[in-house]
């Protein structure tokens, strides 16, 4: 079993930009896919970015593409998500998800999740 915790949530102004990072511990000698999810206040968990075990497939939702990026540092056991050009439709909990073998796109394929942070963007 994989435990998973977020950090690097805040407030930031539109055209800003934060960077979130996701810390693995417990069975991190796995071969975990990783991903990023966001809910905003009355709507559903939504795709933000996923990642391969090895880095080198990545998938970029569309509300966010062309403004986040999705990397990870196996040797720290930790995922990261770069967002900038934020907006304020951005303000949301974002929960960071793992998967064992191939990634996945929703909420469902994902069995391991953090508590998640929280971002605000004003305007």
């Known amino acids: 079993q994989v435990q998973l915790a977020e950090s690097g949530g805040g407030s930031a102004q539109a055209g800003g930009s934060l960077k979130l990072s996701c810390v693995a511990s417990?069975?991190?000698?796995?071969?975990?896919?990783m991903a990023w999810f966001r809910q905003r206040s009355g709507k559903e968990r939504e795709f933000v970015a996923a990642i391969g075990w090895s880095g080198a497939s990545t998938r970029i939702g569309d509300s966010v593409k062309g403004r986040f990026t999705i990397s990870r540092d196996n040797a720290k056991n930790t995922v990261y998500l770069q967002m900038n050009s934020l907006k304020p439709e951005d303000t949301a909990v974002y929960c960071c998800?793992?998967?064992?073998?191939?990634?996945?796109?929703?909420?469902?394929?994902?069995?391991?999740w953090g508590q998640g942070t929280q971002v605000t963007v004003s305007s």
């Open positions: 417990g069975r991190t000698d796995r071969r975990y896919a």
């Open positions: 998800a793992a998967r064992l073998y191939g990634s996945g796109y929703t909420t469902a394929d994902y069995g391991y």
